[in-house]
């Protein structure tokens, strides 16, 4: 029995325009790791016959919700679908799963999708004996954008890899579905087969997976490792918490482990945690040595080009044109670790001082809910987790696909979307105060203030904090050169700064100045920097 079986009519597929263009490819299971089940959920990857009848169900509801009518589906599609199942568990080979998640409260299976090998020739270009497929995902609409999509093909993706594939196509993603497939790492069949002809970059070559286990072989030879080693708040027992370190820059992780081990007079103890540190920091650049993925902050594409990187052009007419803007982006987000590693960044800095000085990651025992906005590659979130901010539900939004591409080989971020930060977040965010806390970092030079702003206190709870940066016009550091003045960037005074936070209906809480928050290529293009001065800024929504 053939898997084409089971789709709907031509008329159907032409008219929902189901063809390979709609197909998704994880390019690298390497990169996946155990699903973490959302809160009050179980995800399980099931043989009972009685779980596959949840799987005929969803294929039959998951082509009606497409726009399919049931006239365009066979006449007897539920028992074609079961008898296929039955067919490619057993006889057929196809390793065949039934993904489901269950609702512990109430006992209630509410989603499900179905996992198996490919059947027939691959859909892409691989030289791979095994391919894996999914299809009939669907989650009840009532439980949508809770994770449990993602958790489940997280799920699927394991079930690929346990079946020797290093790769997996779906079938048929709908404009819904893209989203939760993207920030796992699939990406459209084309930008797949168009990477083969590029040279790959959108394919992660770097095995994670072999990453994480040489840390847990590394730190296993300490002699009481435990979710409370180096006072981190990092489980060392998860491999999501452990991809995180691996992951990290070094000057990030050196960020991290180095702040906030003060315990006052408790010298014998801080001196151990400072060891603990000190064992993590050199595991992980060990790590990243072994598998190529150390960053030498004096020799990069950074450092290679910072004469030309000096050059000026337009940001402000730039950020006029959005696809442009996003253009440009794409294009850095492949090298943007580097960028950051080389130019001295001290946004991390500040994150760590405010993470620890004031967030309480339990947030009164429910789940702490950010946004980060024009996250970029992901990096203050990825600081976040590395902070202790383990279980917060983190949405990540940027301009640039390229950047968010990036991002979500952190897997930092619980959700995200492509979005242009000028036009608000409405059409992804319908719902106001639901965020407790907003991150903008090195952005708001090309970001309309007043859309931005408003739209962050619409987003908060009251009593909810962001967390912003803007460059800062300050006259009394005397710069032989204005640092971004060749690009059109332009920052802002303190005055003006606290007129913008006090005309969005903020309460200011600080302003922390930075002369240096991080070093641009200087306009003279001789391959010196010039320091950029930062506002870092604390405010609240006020309660009501």
Excluded at 81 to 100: D, E, M, P, V, W
Excluded at 421 to 434: D, I
Excluded at 479 to 487: D, I, R
Aim: with cysteine.
């Amino acid at each position: 029995m053939l898997f084409t079986s089971l789709l709907p009519n031509k008329n159907a597929l032409d008219r929902i325009k189901f063809s390979k263009s709609r197909m998704m490819v994880m390019a690298d299971l390497s990169n996946v790791i155990s699903p973490n089940s959302p809160n009050g959920f179980d995800i399980i990857t099931s043989d009972y016959e009685i779980h596959d009848e949840i799987a005929v169900q969803a294929w039959r509801k998951m082509w009606i919700e497409s726009g399919c009518t049931i006239d365009e589906l066979s006449h007897d599609i539920d028992s074609m679908t079961r008898q296929f199942i039955k067919q490619a568990r057993n006889n057929l080979g196809l390793k065949y799963k039934t993904i489901i998640a269950k609702d512990i409260a109430t006992d209630t299976i509410i989603g499900s999708l179905s996992s198996m090998l490919w059947q027939g020739e691959s859909p892409i270009s691989s030289k791979d004996e095994y391919i894996g497929t999914v299809w009939g995902v669907f989650v009840n609409p009532s439980y949508r954008r809770r994770g449990i999509g993602f958790s489940m093909m997280q799920a699927c993706c394991m079930h690929w890899k346990a079946c020797g594939c290093s790769k997996g196509v779906l079938i048929y993603a709908s404009e819904e579905g893209k989203r939760v497939y993207e920030k796992i790492g699939f990406i459209p069949r084309d930008n797949y087969e168009a990477s083969l002809v590029t040279g790959g970059e959108d394919v992660v070559l770097v095995d994670t997976s072999e990453m994480i286990q040489d840390l847990k072989e590394i730190l296993c030879k300490e002699i009481a490792i435990d979710n409370n080693y180096g006072k981190l708040g990092i489980n060392f027992t998860n491999e999501q918490h452990l991809l995180w370190l691996v992951m990290a820059l070094p000057s990030q992780l050196h960020t991290v482990l180095n702040q906030d081990i003060s315990l006052g007079n408790n010298n014998i103890l801080e001196n151990e945690i400072i060891k603990m540190r000190n064992n993590i920091f050199q595991a992980v650049i060990t790590i990243q040595k072994k598998h190529g993925t150390l960053i030498n902050p004096d020799d990069n594409w950074f450092t290679q080009n910072i004469k030309r990187l000096g050059g000026g052009f337009d940001m402000q007419k730039l950020a006029t044109d959005p696809k442009k803007l996003a253009s440009k982006f794409d294009r850095l987000s492949t090298k943007y670790d580097q960028w950051v590693t080389s130019n001295r960044s001290k946004v991390d800095h500040w994150l760590v001082k405010r993470i620890r000085s004031d967030m309480p990651l339990n947030n009164n025992g429910k789940q702490l809910k950010c946004i980060d906005i024009s996250c970029g590659i992901g990096l203050p979130s990825h600081t976040l987790r590395l902070c202790g901010m383990t279980d917060a539900y983190i949405v990540g939004t940027d301009i640039s696909i390229g950047m968010l591409t990036q991002a979500k080989h952190r897997c930092v971020y619980n959700d995200t979307f492509v979005c242009n930060a000028n036009t608000g977040f409405n059409y992804y965010l319908p719902e106001s105060g639901c965020f407790d806390l907003a991150i903008c970092m090195g952005a708001m030079e090309l970001l309309d203030h007043d859309v931005v702003l408003a739209e962050i206190v619409r987003l908060l709870r009251a009593g909810g904090k962001v967390w912003l940066s803007f460059q800062w016009e300050n006259s009394n550091l005397n710069l032989l050169e204005h640092p971004t003045a060749h690009q059109n960037v332009y920052g802002v005074s303190i005055e003006q700064c606290k007129a913008v936070i006090d005309q969005a209906g903020l309460n200011l809480i600080s302003i922390d100045e930075c002369n240096d928050a991080f070093y641009t290529p200087s306009p003279k293009m001789n391959g010196t920097m010039n320091p950029v001065p930062y506002l870092f800024v604390e405010a609240e929504v006020p309660c009501e």
